[in-house]
């Protein structure tokens, strides 16, 4: 390695070094046999073959554009020859990945292909889990990491390149990575900027960086024969399985991937196929909640036929050799605020999708049809290696009318006001004139703006505050620091670190399989606090940890297991909480204030703590002791609480709510009862705070209503009661 030059290296060059049998990057260890096997491999693939022409391209160019199919080698290869050739730089190379679930596939892969020990000289970091050490040269890691890592040093002077993988899906976080990377790219010249996709909307990509040198990935594609259903069904679960059957029982080898919406819905079919095929069929679900075992496992050789039911996820980041058919459903899920969304190649054609309405000011989790660019990627997957198959399930009017052409951008759909908060901290004062490649949506970003005023993270000239500085460090969204200074006051900070490390987890802690519903709300109640889930959450939580500590004979996945809770989220819960509070005791002077058990006003010391930190999120009840909606006092939008919450049967006057969610109807979701003498003095509830825009230009009354406003609205809640199956919410969508 010492004789390679930095932009000057040749492909044969570094293949020698890959062919010796001592491993170039460790020179005092032999390459395994499996090495050896797996390089055989890579030199097949399409990119491989074009190892020199890239090289040349990344020699004489700063910024570089890598268009080519999926399983061409972009996310394994690209990196590695990038690795080589700057070697001799001494810096490291990023490659981001929008997925966690994808981020740590594909570093266990190239650890394994560069046969070094995952961690050492290949590594990678996603939110609250790293495997990383001094030695780490090509570091995977999800765009919001490498997002973070900006905000403390904007030229990214650790790395000599920075590879932005898979930016074709115009996540929030690639798009603001891309706008930093191309102003970055002019004040150091040495620094190069990969931007990797699809061939999905290379154009845009394109057009945003002109100087930009291109480098195409010539792919074989074999052709995909579509087959649609005739008449379109709601039941797409046991469609998917009687295909899957078809395709076992009568047509020739090869892989089947099946895209279904939901976790659940994939539990449920994979339970199904193993009872009818216990032996000829190996059926492998895929989804970013399964332990990371059980996802390699989808890579391993099988004897029998492999039926991988899947998310999205398998979509374009993950590749997965010997796929011949595709089964799928047109409706994908989308979870708000969780990195790592997972799609599914039987295309069902759905996917769930959280959409930030900026009325409600609340992401809503949303099962929605998939686009169809979407789709043809889903079809795609079975022709790599062979001519394939693809089974939609769903009529192909159904593509042809509800199918939009490509998935809109992240940034026309997320919440903003962390995103704000972040280029702030940056030093970059008027956001509304950032080069984006779409420009977010006004109203989106003015009520980003309000948020963090009212948040007290920005002034009302815009300027970012003190406390808006130590909100854009936290690890977990902003609006908890508020959360952590009440709390710190009230003497439940602790309480407040766990409900924020429990609001951060990818899955909820409490598991609700659905043939099980009934036996898990009754396990739960054990959990309830009849005034606040978020009470019930924390309740759940310390009982797992003492199960845990406890050394009763029951094992603690079957204590979870019993109790219905997702061991693995609470397992992520515990990690999640312990780095926070690690974090906390060097951002704020965290003294170790505890609320015991036996303190009579436990309960109330929390429930206050959440009126005062999350008090533009709260909602008045309509007066009717009957009725069972509420309207949001910042908003006035009307909901009902969820039905999975424990305060159904109290009737509380006023609540805080966490999120405001809607699949049809919408709900607000893990509420806690608060009392309105905790909210009267706020800020937020009188009516002469009247914070300007950041540019002082144009006024916008943050809050018009006072509390007493708020009350005689209340009022008149009636005339304009509607039953929720009137509740048209797309209405108010934008
Ligand atoms: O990024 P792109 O879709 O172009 O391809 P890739 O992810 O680099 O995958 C290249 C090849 O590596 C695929 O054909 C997979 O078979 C293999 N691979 C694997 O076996 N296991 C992984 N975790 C990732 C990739
Ligand atoms: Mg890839």
């Not at 570089?64 to 490291?92: C, H, N, R």
């Not at 039987?346 to 789709?375: F, H, Q, W």
């Amino acid at each position: 390695m010492d004789d390679l030059q930095r932009n000057q290296t040749t492909a044969q060059q570094a293949q020698s070094l890959e062919e010796w049998e001592v491993n170039a990057l460790r020179d005092h260890e032999l390459h395994s046999s499996r090495y050896f096997q797996l390089l055989e491999s890579r030199r097949r693939l399409p990119v491989s073959l074009r190892r020199q022409e890239f090289l040349d391209v990344y020699h004489n160019s700063q910024i570089i554009l890598v268009s080519g199919e999926t399983g061409s080698g972009k996310t394994t290869q690209i990196p590695q020859f990038v690795l080589f050739d700057e070697w001799a730089s001494g810096k490291k190379v990023a490659c981001t990945q929008p997925r966690r679930l994808a981020t740590t596939a594909v570093a266990t892969r190239t650890a394994a292909e560069l046969d070094v020990p995952l961690g050492e000289e290949v590594g990678y970091s996603v939110r609250f889990e790293k495997k990383l050490s001094r030695m780490t040269r090509l570091k995977y890691m999800t765009d919001g990491l490498l997002l973070s890592e900006a905000s403390r040093d904007r030229n990214f002077s650790a790395y000599s390149c920075i590879i932005i993988d898979e930016a074709h899906e115009r996540t929030l976080n690639t798009d603001l990575l891309m706008a930093l990377l191309k102003m970055a790219t002019s004040r150091r010249s040495c620094l190069k900027v990969v931007i990797m996709s699809a061939t999905l909307n290379v154009e845009k990509i394109q057009s945003y960086f002109p100087g930009a040198a291109t480098f195409e990935i010539p792919g074989k594609v074999h052709p995909v024969e579509i087959h649609y259903l005739s008449d379109s069904t709601p039941r797409y679960c046991y469609c998917a399985i009687t295909v899957v059957q078809h395709i076992h029982e009568n047509m020739d080898d090869g892989d089947i991937l099946l895209f279904l919406p939901t976790s659940g819905d994939i539990e449920m079919v994979c339970s199904i196929l193993r009872k009818r095929y216990d032996e000829g069929l190996k059926v492998l679900p895929l989804y970013s909640a399964l332990s990371r075992a059980k996802q390699q496992e989808i890579f391993e050789d099988s004897e029998y036929r492999k039926c991988i039911v899947a998310t999205n996820v398998a979509e374009t980041s993950i590749t997965i050799d010997g796929i011949v058919y595709v089964v799928g459903e047109y409706l994908h899920n989308f979870f708000p605020w969780k990195v790592g969304i997972d799609k599914s190649a039987t295309d069902s054609g759905l996917e769930i999708r959280p959409v930030y309405n900026p009325r409600l000011r609340m992401s809503s989790v949303l099962t929605c049809p998939i686009s169809k660019a979407s789709a043809k990627q889903r079809a795609g997957r079975a022709g790599r290696t062979q001519p394939g198959i693809c089974f939609r399930l769903y009529t192909g009017q159904t593509h042809d009318t509800c199918f939009i052409p490509s998935a809109p951008p992240g940034i026309l759909e997320g919440e903003l006001a962390s995103q704000i908060l972040l280029l702030k901290v940056m030093g970059f004062e008027s956001v509304g004139t950032f080069d984006f490649l779409d420009p977010p949506h006004p109203e989106v970003y003015l009520c980003g703006l309000q948020d963090l005023c009212a948040m007290g993270y920005i002034d009302d000239r815009g300027t970012i505050t003190p406390k808006g500085r130590i909100a854009a460090r936290l690890s977990v969204h902003p609006k908890w620091l508020n959360a952590f200074m009440e709390g710190q006051k009230n003497g439940c900070l602790r309480e407040m670190i766990d409900l924020a490390a429990i609001s951060s987890t990818q899955h909820p802690i409490f598991s609700r399989p659905p043939p099980a519903r009934f036996a898990a709300d009754i396990a739960h109640q054990r959990f309830a606090c009849p005034l606040s889930d978020h009470i019930s959450q924390l309740n759940a939580l310390h009982a797992y940890e003492s199960a845990m500590k406890t050394n009763n004979r029951l094992p603690i996945s079957q204590w979870c297991f019993d109790a219905f809770l997702n061991r693995r989220a609470l397992s992520e819960v515990v990690r999640i909480r312990d780095q926070l509070l690690t974090s906390l005791q060097q951002e704020l002077s965290y003294t170790k204030e505890i609320c015991g058990f036996e303190d009579a006003e436990y309960d109330t010391h929390i429930r206050k703590t959440l009126a005062r930190s999350f008090f533009y999120q709260c909602a008045l009840k309509h007066p009717d002791p009957f009725a069972t909606i509420y309207k949001t006092v910042h908003e006035g939008h009307t909901a009902g609480i969820h039905p999975e919450s424990a305060l159904t049967s109290e009737r509380q006057e006023w609540i805080v709510y966490s999120e405001f969610v809607s699949s049809g109807i919408p709900y607000l979701q893990t509420v806690t009862a608060v009392d309105p003498a905790w909210l009267i003095d706020l800020d937020f509830f009188q009516d002469d705070s009247l914070p300007k825009t950041e540019n002082g230009d144009f006024k916008q009354p943050l809050v018009k209503k006072s509390l007493d406003k708020a009350r005689k609205k209340n009022d008149s809640v009636e005339e304009d009661l509607i039953s929720f199956e009137e509740l048209d919410l797309n209405a108010t969508w934008y």
